[in-house]
């Protein structure tokens, strides 16, 4: 049992074997709280074992790359979802279900809840979303998966898009999520896309099979790190 910041105990064991996910629209700031998170458990003992959602693994990465280097834009959004499923079936069989089992402490950046919001904002409706989900990852779903909440407007300035360059290229697709895509091979879809992705998300702790918290993170990556932090113990004391 070790003793972290505002007096709250936390004992890392309760860890072992748990499966988190940070999830949200681009730009929210996955990655860094990916790192705080990953640095914070290890310094308490935790094993951690990071991944990423679509890819790692061999086969996963495949996938992706097909997600990534190829022209979607007559790719239907249902296509798109069950390629999504195939990696993640992959990356669970492979890396998740073994670490889990080893004891390690699983962090993944996005899962099956991206896919719920941004093939859920292409037309695919969540409850076929998550029913291709149970296929692909069986009862290996997160204990916990934090949202990382901010407006598509924020979410640009971060990464050096501006709002009136969406719309420029009508891709079906998700390609937007990736880090490591060029800003051409992004797809650029309305400003409406990625607000109703955004509402999505927000909607997911009532729809999701699995636990979900929706964190303000339009604000210093300090704050927003305290609560990741304070939602983590809260789901683990």
Not at 99 to 115: K, N, P, Q
Not at 190 to 206: G, K, W
Request: glycine fraction near 10%; charged fraction near 25%; charge should be neutral.
């Amino acid at each position: 049992m070790k003793r972290v910041g505002g007096g709250i105990e936390i004992a890392v064991m309760n860890l072992a074997g748990k499966f988190i996910v940070v999830d949200g629209p681009d730009g929210a700031g996955k990655g860094t709280q990916l790192e705080r998170l990953a640095a914070w458990i290890t310094s308490h003992g935790g094993r951690c074992r990071r991944t990423r959602d679509p890819g790692g693994t061999e086969i996963s990465d495949r996938v992706r790359h097909v997600l990534l280097g190829y022209d979607l834009s007559t790719m239907d959004p249902r296509c798109e979802a069950l390629l999504f499923m195939a990696s993640r079936a992959q990356l669970v069989a492979e890396v998740i279900r073994p670490a889990l089992s080893a004891g390690e402490i699983v962090l993944c950046d996005r899962f099956i809840s991206a896919t719920c919001a941004y093939q859920g904002a292409a037309g695919v409706p969540c409850d076929e979303i998550i029913a291709l989900g149970r296929l692909a990852v069986g009862d290996v779903w997160p204990h916990l998966t934090i949202v990382l909440d901010v407006p598509p407007e924020v979410g640009f300035a971060r990464t050096g898009r501006k709002p009136h360059h969406v719309g420029q290229r009508q891709q079906v697709g998700q390609t937007t999520m990736f880090d490591g895509a060029t800003a051409d091979a992004m797809e650029r879809r309305p400003l409406e896309f990625h607000r109703r992705v955004r509402q999505l998300f927000r909607e997911l702790p009532a729809l999701y099979p699995a636990p979900v918290t929706v964190l303000d993170a339009d604000r210093e990556v300090e704050g927003v790190w305290q609560d990741v932090r304070e939602a983590v113990q809260r789901a683990f004391q």
